[in-house]
C-alpha cells in the first residue's frame, strides 16, 4: 500500500524555523517527483513547493520563495520541508504528496496522488 | 498567470440527485485538469486527471468532461459518501500549479 506519513508540525512563532518529514512507503520513493500541498484553516488548497526525483530540479510558489526549502533523501525514502522565517500567513495543514503525471519539453504536467494526513504548522505569538 | 474560477461555491443537494461543479479558466489549458475529493479533517483523493480520465477506485458515478477553458465534474446520482469538498487543478501552467476555491456539497 502506498503510504504517506507527515511529522514535524507543530506551534513556532514569527520568524522563527521548523522542518517538516514526510517518510513514503509501498513504492519506488526515488522514481518520483514529490510536493507539499498547504490548507490555511478553513481554506481550499495552495501548492508549496515540488522536487524532482534526484533533487536536480525545484520549485516554489512565490510566497514562500527564499524562506522554505524541499529537498529529499531517497536513501530513506523521505521527503523534507525546511521552513525558515515563518509568517502567520503560513499556518496550515501541510500535505507530503506523490506528483503523478509525464514530463515534455522541460516541464512537467502532473497531478497529486496520494496524499499524506498532513501536519499542522501554527505561527503565532 | 491563470485564474481558477470554481462553482458553484456551495451546492446543497439530495441524496439521488445528478450536481454538476463547474471550473472556468482565464486561459485555455487543453485538458491539463484534475479533480479532488475532500472530506473534513481528511487529505483530499484524486478523482479525475487529464480532465476526464477516472483514477482506479473512483466510483463510475463520478465523471469529468471539458477542454480549453470550461471544465464540469459531475456525480451521476449523489451517495451520502460523496457530500464533501471538491477542488478542480490546473497543471498547464508548470511550475506553478493552482487549485480552483473548492465546492462544498452539503445535504439539503
Redesign the interface.
Known amino acids: 500500500e502506498v503510504q504517506l506519513v507527515e511529522s514535524g508540525g507543530g506551534l513556532v512563532q514569527p520568524g522563527g524555523s521548523l522542518r517538516l518529514s514526510c517518510a513514503a512507503s509501498g513504492f519506488t520513493f526515488s522514481s518520483y517527483w514529490m510536493s507539499w500541498v498547504r490548507q490555511a484553516p478553513g481554506k481550499g488548497l495552495e501548492w508549496v513547493a515540488n522536487i524532482k526525483q534526484d533533487g536536480s530540479e525545484k520549485y516554489y510558489v512565490d510566497s514562500v520563495k527564499g524562506r522554505f526549502t524541499i529537498s529529499r533523501d531517497n536513501a530513506k525514502n523521505s521527503l523534507y520541508l525546511q521552513m525558515n522565517s515563518l509568517r502567520a500567513e503560513d499556518t496550515a495543514v501541510y500535505y507530503c504528496a506523490r506528483y503523478l503525471g509525464y514530463c515534455s519539453g522541460g516541464s512537467c504536467y502532473g497531478w497529486f496522488d496520494p496524499w499524506g494526513q498532513g501536519t499542522l504548522v501554527t505561527v503565532s505569538s | 498567470v491563470i485564474w481558477m474560477t470554481q462553482s458553484p461555491s456551495l451546492l446543497s443537494a439530495s441524496t439521488g440527485d445528478r450536481v454538476t461543479i463547474s471550473c472556468r479558466m482565464s486561459q485555455g489549458i487543453s485538458s491539463?485538469l484534475?479533480w479532488?475529493q475532500?472530506k473534513p479533517g481528511?487529505?483530499?483523493?484524486?478523482l479525475i486527471?487529464a480532465a476526464s480520465t477516472l483514477?482506479s477506485g473512483v466510483p463510475s458515478r463520478f465523471s469529468g468532461s471539458g477542454s480549453g477553458t470550461d471544465f464540469t465534474l459531475t456525480i451521476s446520482c449523489l451517495q451520502s459518501e460523496d457530500f464533501a469538498t471538491y477542488?478542480c487543478?490546473q497543471?498547464?501552467s508548470?511550475?506553478?500549479?493552482?487549485?480552483?476555491?473548492?465546492t462544498k456539497v452539503e445535504i439539503k
Not at chain 2, 481528511?42 to 484524486?46: M, S, T, Y
Not at chain 2, 508548470?94 to 473548492?102: A, I, M, V
Open positions: 491539463y484534475a479532488y475532500q481528511k487529505a483530499p483523493e484524486l486527471y483514477q477542488y487543478q497543471y498547464y508548470f511550475p506553478s500549479l493552482t487549485f480552483g476555491g473548492g
